[in-house]
């Protein structure tokens, strides 16, 4: 298949079979590993190194003084304004409606404090069974901050027989839980299967029920088009460093709807988790006892940002935008995994009623999905020759195919059109055929 729309893979450090430490007598030691892992760490843009060196730079040259007078004009007290314009449309936010700051699950865990608000019998939060591990305990100890148990955790999963969550039944729980729920708060794509829920229907079901609606966007961002303003979300949350590559543990972004931060609404200023950094700029250094908050999601910023964090997470969105943003990309992205989707079901292991076999948990409806397809193989068993997604997954490792397993028995693929081709896919579906291959030819 034709690479098709422009690639930016020069413009990344793809790991070698050398620089992963990998040795195969197949393979030269600088042959290029296949990485299929961005939905979990995005690989490093080549000129990040140097955007963090010009400040390092400066820090040298002008220690204090480049927050005010920076060599390139970066003054440090403002370094992330800049990132506003090219946060906004990744989210389909309004410049005033986001800001880069924090970490995912501390800045989960401040929009979660201002935001729900139990009252009377509405104190329930509703959200997914088997949430992301960070979520759950954020969602469990808030609730615990009220006083409350989990009895105030109102999780639903997928029917017997489903592999995902169905809308319908998602409205339906909202519609059901009704007078009990203060807040709904789910995964705009879940990590483990790869779902994209439908945010606008679920936000609008949420809202009709009286609750409060966010979102966590960390599979999300920079893989699917959003619309957060239009989608009437209330906030929203995400990660840098996955699909956005901006590196480990990267500074994160949020979403607040401007109706919660414009002066004269009515739900204006909630009280938040607050700091000098989200107060009037023009008082800020003043030293006031007055919290006079930004009119924007950047009075959610408690502290001065990272320098070294802005500039990682700026040279990465320069690269989403050069590449026509993520609208752009999806279309690439819909073609590479629906390549992935369907050289996957042609394989004879697939769906396969002899073992071992192998399905698929994510939605089929591209729709649905984003770049990630959930494989789940077996057979499974304590029995570690049976043991076929551990197999598949050291077989593919051992070619210098870097994904990543899911215990018990899930590998996730997530091919991204920033840096992936479609003969990688054709090559990561050849091996998984392959150990396969090797697994029944022990077994028969
Ligand atoms: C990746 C991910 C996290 C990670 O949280 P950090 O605070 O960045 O460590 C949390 N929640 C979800 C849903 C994720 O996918």
Known sequence: MDEGSPTYRDQFAIPTFKSLG????DFADDDLSIYFCGNSLGLMPQATPKAIEEELKAWHA????????????????????????????????KENEVAVMGSLTANLNALLVSFYKPKGSKTKILFEKHAFPSDYYAFLNLVKIYGYDESHLIQIAPKEGDTYLKTKDIIAAIEHHKDALALVCFPGIQYYTGQWFDIA???????????VVGWDLAHAVGNVPLELHAWNVDFAVWCNYKYLNSGPGAMAGIFVHENHTKENSSESFPPRLAGWWGNNASDRFKMLEKFDPIQSALSYRQSNPSVLDVVAVKTSYQLVAAAGGVTTLRQKSLALTQHLWDLLVQSPYYNATSSPWFKILTPEDPAE???QLSVLFGPHSDDPAHDTMEQVFQYLHDHAIICDERRPNVIRLAPTPLYNTFREVEIVVQRVNEALDAIARKHS
């Open 369 to 371: 999905r984003g770049a």
């Open 62 to 93: 002008r220690a204090v003084e480049a927050h005010f007078n920076h060599p390139n004009d970066n003054h440090w007290v403002d370094i992330d304004l800049p990132l506003l314009p090219l946060t906004a449309p990744l989210v389909g936010a």
């Open 22 to 25: 990998i040795t195969h007598s």
């Open 201 to 211: 229907t679920i936000t609008k079901a949420g809202h009709d029920a009286g609750a």
